[in-house]
């Protein structure tokens, strides 16, 4: 009976009384083999201790999709899930092979990830040519979706400064235990129902030891670090170029380089050392951040650790004075403390 409901659910979308197109059906009958299974634990060669009782799984309606994945809700041990499935396509053994390793890499980052800012991992299976990744679930869905659903500029600075937060402390979490995430953006970005902000997707994140040029690199190029977009190797701050970039979209609710193609924005941005245009009432706390997370010079942007303190600086500031944003002025002597409050000696280092 479980088997025929996914079926009957990826067959015809939950609609009755509506042909399916050759198109749909195709890709109903392709990704119907990977759902319905026998009843039975499905556990790859070699078993793991992260491997999924697939027994225990139950498939509900798709909300996401990549070219190689569908995310999918649904409940695992009576627990609300997100499901993330990877077809290997059968006529591309280099892809199949480059699928695979993706899906390895980022288990491995997700078994050694806990940290209230980084999504949850719960389980995995891996039988070749189905890859499924469990995780819990967030009702608030994406950064993206949230921003799109608001009026440009209407997110209060308040709210800015907490989301930042939340993704500032993940991604020092991330980097502390040596990962890269690489493809930091707000889609990447997933809110629960009490705004908390975590950080999610970890399909190309890589170690920091591992990760050599970026060539042949798939990311995505309006969040891109210009040296990344030029595929010359990459330390740790190409994920703060991006949060330099989400933290505008924080700022404006709109997409970066709307007006361009993402090649147009890629070029634009590695060769031209173009950024999207700040609001001209962006206060100057956010405004300076973000054109140092942003810098053309890896080495001149922030570590997490110092964004994180800079952020926390502004929270305290804010509650002891509400018209902080509009009084803010960085000291132009010290370029490091450039972001905080007080030009005053600070005891930590970074």
Known sequence: MKNLHWYKQISNNGKCGRRLSLGEYKRAVSWSKYLVSPGAAIKGEGEEEWSADMSQLFIGSKFASGRHSRIYR????????????????????????????????????????????????????????????????????????????????????????????????????????????????????????????????????????????????TGTYRWMAPEMIKEKHHTKKVDVYSFGIVLWELLTGLTPFDNMTPEQAAFAVSYKNARPPLPSECPCAFSNLINRCWSSNPKKRPHFVEIVTILEHYTESIEQDPEFFSTYKPCPTNKIMGCFPKCKARQKSF
């Open 74 to 217: 649904g409940v695992y041990k009576q627990r609300d899930v997100a499901i993330k499935l990877v077809s290997q396509p059968e006529e591309d053994e280099d892809l199949a092979a480059f699928l695979e390793k993706q899906f390895t890499s980022e288990v491995a980052c997700l078994l050694r990830l806990r940290h209230p800012n980084i999504i949850t991992f719960i389980a995995a299976c891996k039988k070749p040519p189905v890859f499924c990744i469990i995780t819990e679930y967030l009702a608030g869905g994406s950064l993206r979706k949230y921003l799109h659903q608001q009026e440009p500029h209407s997110v209060p600075h308040e709210l800015v400064l907490k989301l930042s937060l939340d993704i500032a402390r993940g991604m020092e979490y991330l980097h502390s235990q040596g990962i890269l995430h690489r493809d930091l953006k707000s889609e990447n970005l997933l809110l629960g129902e009490d705004m908390c902000v975590k950080v999610a997707d970890f399909g190309i994140s890589c170690l920091e030891s591992q990760c050599g040029s970026a060539k042949g690199f």
